[in-house]
């Protein structure tokens, strides 16, 4: 539908224009605009000056209220007011939460708003309301600002347009891999980790050295992140360089942890420095629900000892236990150990947004400083030029005293006749007007004539400065060496908190070692619940089911054992002994657990030994031989391993004796009771499919299958649970895939094995 634009009268009378176009079309556009808001105006930042829109206008806002650092502090309600009713026109709490994080040294590593009262802490604790809490600039803020009065920046008109603020900050330092920057967008987010201040400016000034530098060269400077909470970041050399030539990756950051030791051959581990944006309560919960569910078996028992520093206490289940070895286990099951990422998508000084690698936004940050110093330096000779005007306007007056106060005294228009006697501008006449009459000393007019010489020979340093650019460069340099000393590695503020260190080679911890065996009888019911009796249970007769359950399998295991559950699915699952549930009351479903479709049913439970071959086959006849390691799997989902045709499912699943050899036979036995054996090695070995042809149906389909030996010869399991051979069963011998015949006598009605 093409756009029209139709007239119309409101109720006042006035013509109002009503467009008329497409839904769709109008939709996107509209929210095309509010995409491209979002992008720029609130989820990334400037690469410039590291700092969104919301974090700008409160530094700035801060600076307009002269909350210096050196100054008093203001209620922090007072500042969010500021923020939002002159520049921000979002909620008040949002605001509040952005100049909280400033404040907060866990969540930036570079503070810059200084806070007095509770902002929050480290255990996840929100700061308290902003009625109560006050707030001032920092240094490192300040440093930001630094010449925003000078004509740095561009400023803008404010929302509602009765004032302005600035596009971007001057940045003394590099904030925005100082203190990093995170957030989403619309089709596109950013995460960027903190550096240490002194490491960027050593990669900026060999930048400035030499343009062309490699990232591989930037990283002997930058020797990776440098979270405020400190912890080991343990990404190899090869992912790191890749990820900041890209501008993608990530980085494993661990816990920093010691030993202490407690005598008589015990100890305990002592967690100093935890992960970046962990939450230590939620972190301790965590490890406790482990421990209780003993998915931690090698520890016994955390805690908390922290005062200002932190201070977590591991004991473990065991001295001898090696402490790496435990450690090990924790970071792999806990946020001890967590992966932060790198998306450096960023702003560049054009609006659009980019991924940039590390040297791309170093020399964005240095092209930003040289802007500044170009425009600061021009503002300064306009000022420079201004004033020498003034000057020399003084320097005619003093050479000319006696007339400039004839006519100041006795003409109408002293003014125009100054300029027209000594060709002054209108600023000189308008200057020896308002000069003071203490201003004539003789004093006075050598101090100008020394000001005089003194700008003049500073315009021509600045003209030469504007005019060389290599020059600039060396400024640029000089300005940064002085950040750098603010920032000093030997300081509290510039040291750096995160160790960079390979990620230590340890053994993989025995669990066996560790977790205390236990006899256990693991009981499944026919309906699927499952729970786990102290004990190997002699009569299993006396176990009770729920109304209308029944037993299903009985499993005579150790608590450090692992369950294998094969499903009608065709899926293995895995489950810890350990972790079942008791045998008080029923048990739990299994579905609880494993993710079962309600219309699947176990097939097989059995003990992963590990080195086995295991016969798997469906109800349509196919089957085939699987190695056991093939099967484990470590999540709910389970291992797809057979996959049955459609309108069949998995039947059997039995462990093999052995290796498969010439002595192996496979003895198959059919729905319609027909017996087949032929030789197991024309089974093939595979880790996942449908299998080949068993035997052959007209009606039903496979019951049961089973792997035997020619010496131990083929054995079946009766109703009254006794094991009874099959002498003759050289007479069921036939080719794969065949009918087979009616099985001999005295074989189960149920057409199993047992």
Sequence with gaps: MARTKKPKSDSEGQPEEIVLEPFDEALSQRYLAYALSTITARALPDVRDGLKPVHRRILYAMRQMKLNPSGGFKKSAKVVGEVMGNFHPHGDAAIYDAMVRLVQEFSVRVPLVDGQGNFGNIDGDNAAAMRYTESRLTEAAQMLLAGIDEDTVDFRETYDGEGSEPAVLPAAFPNLLANGASGIAVGMATSIPPHNVAELIDASLHLIKTPRARTETLLKYVKGPDFPTGGVCIEDAASMEEAYATGRGGFRVRARWKTEDLGRGRYHVVITEIPYQVQKSRLIEKIAELIQSKKLPAVADIRDESAEDIRLILEPRSGNID?????????????????????????????APRVMGLRDVLQAYLDHRKVVLVRRTKFRLDKIARRLEILDGFLIAYL??????????????????????????????????????????????MEIKTEHKELKSEQKALK????????????????????????????????????????????????????????????????????????????????????????????????????????????????????????????????????????????????????????????????????????????????????????????????????IGKNHMLAVVGDNKKFLVFPASELPEMSRGKGVALQKYQKGGLSDAKVFTKSDGLTWIDRSGRTKAIDEWKAYLGKRAQAGRIAPRGFPASKKFG
């Excluded at 006749?417 to 209108?426: G, I, N």
């Design 323 to 351: 402490a790496a070895a435990m450690m090990e286990a924790v970071f792999k099951q806990t946020d001890l150990e967590s992966r932060f990422s790198l998306n450096m998508n960023v702003l560049g000084a054009d609006g």
């Design 400 to 445: 000319n005293l006696d007339e400039v106060i004839r006519i100041i005294r006795f003409e109408d228009e002293p003014k125009t006749e100054l300029m027209r006697t000594f060709k002054l501008s209108d600023v000189q006449a308008e200057a020896i007007l308002n000069m003071r009459l203490r201003s004539l000393r003789k004093l006075e007019e």
């Design 464 to 659: 030469a400065l504007l005019k060389s650019d290599d020059a600039q460069w060396k400024k640029i340099g000089e300005e940064l060496r002085e950040v750098r000393k603010i920032f000093d590695p030997k300081s509290h503020l510039g040291r750096r908190r995160t160790e960079i260190a390979d990620a230590p080679e340890v053994e993989d911890i025995d669990l066996d070692v560790l977790v205390e065996k236990e006899p256990v009888t693991v009981v499944i019911s026919e309906k699927g619940w499952v729970r786990s009796l102290k004990g190997h249970v002699e009569d299993t007769a006396g176990i009770k089911y729920k109304d209308g359950d029944k037993q299903g399998f009985i499993v005579p295991a150790m608590t450090g054992d692992k369950l294998m559950l094969f499903a009608t699915n065709g899926k293995f699952y895995a489950l810890d002994v350990a972790a079942l549930p008791g045998g008080r009351g029923h048990g739990e479903p299994i579905r609880l657990m494993v993710d079962m479709g309600n219309d699947d049913a176990v097939v097989a439970a059995f003990l992963y030994e590990g080195g086995r071959k295991i016969l798997v086959a469906s109800t349509s006849g196919h089957g085939f031989i699987v190695p056991e390691k093939d099967c484990i799997s470590n999540t709910r989902k389970g291992k797809q391993v057979l996959n049955a045709p459609a309108g069949a499912e998995a039947v059997v699943c039995r462990p093999t004796p052995g290796e």
